[in-house]
């Protein structure tokens, strides 16, 4: 996937996690199973950790259903 700095620069301002963070977690994910739980559950908590934005257990239970279901949109810059 070749996402733009544009995008990056959006994320940042939202999240204030900058570009080496995102792709340093990326990797993170690239190199575990995002079909296991318990990555899935850290990787959220390591972000709600960085952004400073308080995940609850029911919307992480959300957040991990979605992925384990495939639900998630193919095109994450519309995210945006």
């Known amino acids: 996937?070749?996402?733009?700095?544009?995008?990056?620069?959006?994320?940042?301002?939202?999240?204030?996690?900058?570009?080496?963070?995102?792709?340093?977690?990326?990797?993170?994910?690239?190199?575990?199973n995002l079909k296991d739980e318990g990555t899935l559950r850290d990787v959220i908590k390591t972000l709600s950790k960085l952004t400073g934005k308080n995940v609850s257990q029911d919307k992480e239970d959300k957040i991990v259903d979605t992925i384990l279901k495939d639900k998630v949109p193919k095109n994450v810059e519309k995210m945006f």
């Open 1 to 32: 996937m070749n996402l733009s700095d544009d995008f990056f620069k959006k994320v940042e301002k939202k999240t204030n996690v900058d570009k080496d963070t995102i792709l340093s977690l990326a990797d993170r994910l690239n190199k575990g």
